[in-house]
């Protein structure tokens, strides 16, 4: 088909404001699934994705529509809505000429509704808004309009109003479209440059590229050069998706779909990359995207000993479908083997932690998350530590720094104070104020990561009653006040539950931590002594007591020689438990350093 009739776009919206559900009944009205095929969510194939309601990975499909008698090819890349999954959506806007913003017609503009279309301008995409959810009783479609007049300069008449669960006017969409969205330049006959938006691991076809072909011809059977790390593939097949991957002989320029390279790893397939052809390769690769850098670190141990070779295979394989995961093995005295992963946010690391106990059937502990810290050593060397148990000695310090963050909250302007509250208790700092529409306000605020990734936002959602939404990026290294909070259990540090925060919430971290940690940690046949230190000296601790057993019991009055006898040789005995005893740490106990903030 000719490039003229050739349409790429995404949809971009908030999460949870209908843009799944706007996709299955684009797939509808073009017949590309028949309504026996039809499920709620296609292109979300993943189960998580189905229960939470959110699209995790990108996906591609083609839909055929026919305007005004001719047949247009239309190629959908749907993109996750979720904040910590940003690198997706910025990948897939790379691959578009034009993009759908829907912003649900109850909830108005929120946090990521505005960070997504930004990213879509900086593409230089064209910006077609759809106003969903009209059906609704609560929906108020012309307020949200006006809203939406104000932000993009598009009068509020000429955008569309759907319902996409109904069905209702999502003809109007597909129609604009064809006549708004600009068909992609490209010339077939210029040297191949095809871009690599997303992948996943096939077990039959290795790697499957998805890729947009911005110029040039892939054929079934050349060889392809990837530019950045100069591997030549092979392809084994070629396609597109719809919305099953159906083989093709040819991709052209401005087509979406597939390469299946039948390579073993997604590392020697990167996203962002570039195929050429090995014979006549391009003078240069299209401009890349920045690596995603992961944010927020953690340890995965398994809970066997025995099952260290299936979590690492595990977490290999999920690296296949998911190159935003990093891992490298890392041991600790309390848990024994385990691997230090590092993730784009709390909400991937939940992802990630379910599909290994779902999918591969491991039992596993998750540490508490921490951010990554530059610490400057006085000799002037800077490293960087993703784990608080390496953190050096206090002594070779000189300073440590601290991730900050542009955090931006959209909210009804009732929740003012609440918020302010919030940010201040949580070290943020105001910067400025914006007021998108008459009664919403945008808060934006500079913050250190660490307090934004535990429970920032339930913590927001359930004081603004649900109607606040936040978006944030990272900012820089900033020194800070930092000192190690170390847990002793029975004498002996828990590495997996050692924090780095802040010194003037060292002494209260550290009791509430013990608290919780006292009525998690089971009574042992001995007295275990728990105990938080901090800058050297101990700051907080309490005892467990002891399981006793009544040995006076069959003791009935006699001498009372005879019970000081019992009760000396009971206690003999727990001396002896004691020097050779072992604490186990449940679960729960990782997971109270997390939940500190409740107190």
């Not at 918020?419 to 208790?425: D, G, R, V």
């Not at 000192?483 to 002996?492: P, R, T």
Request: proline share 5%.
């Amino acid at each position: 088909m000719s490039t003229e009739r050739i349409r790429n776009f995404c949809i971009i919206a908030h999460v949870d404001h209908g843009k799944s559900t706007l996709a299955d009944r684009m797939l509808q009205l073009t017949g590309t699934i028949s309504d026996r095929e039809m499920t709620e969510q296609v292109l979300d194939s993943m189960d998580l994705e189905r229960e939470k309601g959110v699209t995790i990975k990108a996906s591609a499909v083609r839909m055929n529509y026919v305007h005004a008698g001719k047949t247009y090819e239309l190629n959908l890349i749907d993109t996750p809505g979720h904040v910590d999954f940003n690198y997706e959506v910025s990948r897939a806007l790379e691959a578009c000429e034009g993009a759908l913003l829907v912003v649900d017609a109850t909830q108005g503009i929120e946090a990521q509704t505005l960070a997504n279309l930004y990213l879509a301008i900086e593409s230089n995409l064209t910006i077609l808004p759809v106003i969903n959810k009209i059906d609704l009783v609560s929906a108020r479609p012309d307020e949200v309009a006006e809203d939406i007049e104000s932000l993009l300069g598009l009068p509020a008449e000429e955008i569309i109003r759907v319902s996409a669960k109904d069905g209702l006017n999502v003809y109007q969409v597909l129609d604009a479209i064809v006549t708004q969205i600009p068909p992609p330049k490209g010339d077939d006959s210029a040297a191949l440059q095809a871009l690599i938006f997303d992948s996943h691991y096939d077990s039959y076809k290795g790697v499957v590229a998805y890729v947009r072909v911005m110029q040039g011809n892939i054929n079934a059977d050349t060889t392809l050069r990837l530019m950045a790390t100069k591997a030549d593939v092979k392809p084994v097949e070629i396609g597109i998706f719809a919305p099953g991957m159906i083989p093709v002989p040819l991709l052209s320029a401005g087509d979406v779909g597939y390469v299946a390279t039948g390579l073993k790893t997604v590392k020697e397939c990167r996203v962002g990359d570039t195929f050429t052809l090995s014979s006549e390769p391009a003078a240069a690769p299209l401009p890349g995207y920045k690596h995603p850098k992961p944010m927020v670190f953690a340890g995965i141990y398994p809970v066997e000993g025995e099952d260290y070779e299936a979590l690492k295979e595990a977490l290999e394989r999920l690296q296949l479908n998911d190159a935003s995961l990093v891992f490298e093995p890392e041991t600790s005295q309390a848990l024994n083997f385990g691997f230090r992963c590092g993730f784009l946010g709390l909400f991937h690391m939940e992802i990630i932690q379910e599909r290994i106990e779902r999918e591969y059937n491991l039992n596993i502990v998750v540490t508490a998350p921490s951010v990554e810290y530059e610490v400057v050593e006085i000799s002037g060397e800077v490293l960087r530590i993703s784990s608080p148990a390496r953190l050096p000695d206090e002594a070779l310090i000189a300073e440590v720094r601290e991730p900050w963050m542009r955090l931006e909250v959209i909210s009804p302007t009732e929740f003012y104070g609440v918020i302010m509250e919030l940010t201040k208790k949580r070290r943020g700092i105001f910067v400025s104020q914006d007021y998108p529409s008459p009664n919403r306000v945008q808060l934006n605020y500079d913050i250190p990561l660490s307090e934004l990734i535990v429970d920032f936002f339930d913590d927001l959602k359930s004081r603004t009653r649900g109607y606040a939404s936040m978006d944030y990026h990272f900012l820089d290294y900033r020194p800070g006040n930092l000192v190690k909070l170390e847990i002793l259990v029975d004498s002996e540090p828990v590495d997996a539950l050692a924090a780095i925060v802040h010194k003037e919430d060292a002494y209260h971290k550290g009791q509430a931590l013990i608290t919780r940690l006292k009525a998690l940690i089971p009574r042992q046949l001995f007295d275990v002594a728990i105990q938080a230190s901090a800058s050297g000296r101990v700051i907080s601790r309490a005892n467990v007591k002891a399981l006793r057993k009544d040995v006076l019991a069959k003791c009935y009055g006699g001498d009372i020689t005879r019970k000081k006898k019992l009760l000396e040789k009971q206690r003999k005995g727990k001396r002896r438990m004691k020097m050779i005893g072992d604490v186990e740490i449940p679960q729960e106990a990782f997971m109270a350093v997390l939940r500190l903030e409740d107190e």
